[in-house]
Nanobody, 120 residues
C-alpha cells in the first residue's frame, strides 16, 4: 500500500522556520523525483521545490529560492522541506509528491497535505 505522510506543519510567525517531512512507503522511493507543492485558498496548486532521485539536482520556485531547502534521505524513504524566513504569503497546504523518474511513466503519488500558516 502506497503512502506519503506529511508532517511538520503548523502556525509560525513571519520570519520563523518550519521543517516539513514526507515519509514514504509502499514503493521504490529511490526511483522517484520528490517534490513539494502548495495550494493557498482560492489559488491553484503550485510547485515549490523538487529533488531528483539521487538527491544531486534540485529546483525551486522563484518565490522560495534562497529561503527553502529540499532534501531527501533514501535510506529512510523520507523527503524534507526546510522553510526559513517564512512570509505570510507562504501560508498554504503543502503536499508531498512522488513522480517516477524514468520511462515508461507511472502514476504520481500524493500525500494528504499539511497546513502551514504564517501569521503574527
Amino acid at each position: 500500500q502506497v503512502q506519503l505522510v506529511e508532517s511538520g506543519g503548523g502556525l509560525v510567525q513571519p520570519g520563523g522556520s518550519l521543517r516539513l517531512s514526507c515519509a514514504a512507503s509502499g514503493f521504490t522511493f529511490s526511483g522517484y523525483t520528490m517534490s513539494w507543492y502548495r495550494q493557498a485558498p482560492g489559488k491553484e496548486r503550485e510547485l515549490v521545490a523538487g529533488i531528483k532521485p539521487a538527491g544531486g539536482r534540485t529546483n525551486y520556485a522563484d518565490s522560495v529560492e534562497g529561503r527553502f531547502t529540499i532534501s531527501r534521505d533514501n535510506a529512510n524513504n523520507t523527503a524534507y522541506l526546510q522553510m526559513n524566513s517564512l512570509k505570510p504569503e507562504d501560508t498554504a497546504v503543502y503536499y508531498c509528491n512522488a513522480r517516477w523518474a524514468w520511462r515508461p511513466a507511472k502514476p504520481d503519488y500524493w500525500g494528504q497535505g499539511t497546513q502551514v500558516t504564517v501569521s503574527s
